[in-house]
C-alpha cells in the first residue's frame, strides 16, 4: 500500500526538478566545422494553447507561485 503522503511528496519533487531545467539557459553547441559537421538548429516551439497537458498546467501554476513568493 503506498502512503499518500510519500506519493505527493514524489510527485513534488519531481515538479521541483523539472522546473529546474527549464530554468537553466540552453547552450548552443560551437560548430568545429569538421567533416561530420551539421546544422543543428532547434526548431521553433509550437504555439501553446489550450492542449496543455494537465502536467504542464501544474508546473505552470507552480512557476507563478515562485514568481508571486519571490516578489513578497
Known sequence: MINLYTAAAK???KAVRDL???NKPK???QKTGGLLA???S???KQQEGSNKEPYDMVLD???QIREYR???
Open 11 to 13: 510527485g513534488y519533487s
Open 20 to 22: 529546474e531545467k527549464q
Open 27 to 29: 547552450v548552443e553547441p
Open 38 to 40: 551539421r546544422d543543428m
Open 42 to 44: 532547434r526548431m521553433p
Open 61 to 63: 501554476a507552480m512557476k
Open 70 to 72: 519571490s516578489k513578497l
